[in-house]
């Protein structure tokens, strides 16, 4: 049966498959985060988020990785 919430009466149907992507990607970036004592990231998990997080963890070391 045509739904009638658009205008060619269609309903999604593959979509299921994806669902879950996003919010396992989202758990393995905390995850690893964890793993160096970062900070939780939420969506757009961007590279420069990420590398925020991963730097603020280790404010002992400095941009080379040597210790001060």
């Excluded at 992507?21 to 793993?35: E, H, K």
């Excluded at 990420?50 to 070391?61: D, K």
């Amino acid at each position: 049966m045509p739904t009638k919430t658009n205008p060619l009466g269609v309903k999604g149907a593959g979509e299921s498959g994806t669902v879950g992507a996003l919010s396992a990607l989202m758990n393995a970036i905390n995850n690893a985060l964890a793993g160096v004592g970062g900070a939780y990231v939420g969506m757009p998990a961007t590279p420069k988020k990420v590398w925020r997080a991963i730097q603020a963890a280790r404010p002992w070391q400095t941009a080379s990785g040597q210790k001060p």
